[in-house]
Every structure is written in C-alpha cells, then in structure tokens.
C-alpha cells in the first residue's frame, strides 16, 4: 500500500495527507477537550495548513503586516 502512495505524484500525496489530516481534525473536535486532544488538534490544523498550502502565504502576510506596524511604531 505504501508503495501505491508514494507512486502517487506529489500533488497527489499532499492532497491524501490534507483529507486525512482534516478528518483526524474532525474526529478530535468531537473528543472531550483536555490537553492532549487540544495539543493534537493544534499539530493537524497546523499541518492541515501546511498541506493545503496556506503557510506560506500567511507567513509571508503576517511578516509584511508587523514590518508595517512596527515602522509606524517607530516614526510615531
């Protein structure tokens, strides 16, 4: 079966690895809360984000907004 998976093309994989991410995600949400549950939640939303291909974007976003925010910080 692992050899199927990694014949898949790249694409491929990371969109297996989204789904299956998202719905440990979905099954986590419906366990009691406690701090593993919220620990792994964190790691596969995370993940999740990463799959989809969300980090980048949102790291390169959050890193222009705090430049800008503290230049004005600065010159204030």
Do not use: H, N
């Not at 093309?9 to 549950?37: E, Q, Y």
Request: contains cysteine; glycine residues 4%.
């Amino acid at each position: 079966m692992f050899e199927k998976y990694m014949s898949l093309p790249p694409i491929g994989r990371r969109a297996i690895l989204a789904v299956v991410l998202f719905l440990i995600c979905i099954v986590d949400a419906a366990l009691p809360k406690c701090g593993l549950t919220d620990f792994i939640f964190a790691v596969c939303i995370s993940a999740w984000f990463w799959a989809i291909g969300l980090v980048r974007p949102t790291l390169l976003f959050l890193y222009y907004l705090l430049r800008v925010v503290f230049r004005y910080q600065i010159y204030k």
